[in-house]
């Protein structure tokens, strides 16, 4: 095997741990917000009505599940990225009494952003989507 091969094997597994963390990560955020009323609390302190933490706690299941599907993975990464734009937006014009600061968001955006690009390649060759 080529030194090109190895590499290639190296970052492929570096992107499958980073897709796993990410998994785990915006899905048991996600799981979070259906248990208990923290979540919910938080949400009306910043100005939402209850049922949009459930919306948002779904939609983030369901978009770190996708991620696992290497098709689907960019169009995940996108949504998500978008809900945590909304946070970010969010922590920023409201009072930080939630101790949320804005560290998590922009990790998290950072590390979608990665798989976003990571996952997106092929779809910008001529002929089509892969």
């Not at 302190?45 to 991620?67: C, D, K, M, R, S």
């Not at 101790?99 to 798989?115: E, I, K, N, S, Y």
Request: aromatic fraction near 10%; glycine fraction near 14%.
């Amino acid at each position: 095997m080529g030194a090109s091969a190895r590499m290639g094997r190296v970052l492929s597994g570096v992107l499958w741990v980073l897709t796993l963390f990410e998994t785990l990560t915006m899905g048991g955020a996600g799981l979070a917000k259906f248990r208990g009323d923290t979540w919910v609390r938080m949400f009306e302190g910043w100005g939402y009505p209850a049922t949009f933490t459930y919306v948002i706690g779904a939609a983030e299941i369901v978009g770190a599940l996708l991620l696992l599907a290497p098709r689907a993975t960019s169009w995940a990464a996108s949504g998500l990225i978008v809900i945590m734009l909304g946070a970010l937006g969010t922590l920023t014009t409201t009072d930080f009494a939630t101790g949320l600061g804005l560290r998590t968001p922009l990790v998290h955006l950072l590390l979608l952003a990665v798989l976003l690009r990571s996952r997106w390649p092929a779809r910008w060759r001529p002929g089509g989507i892969a």
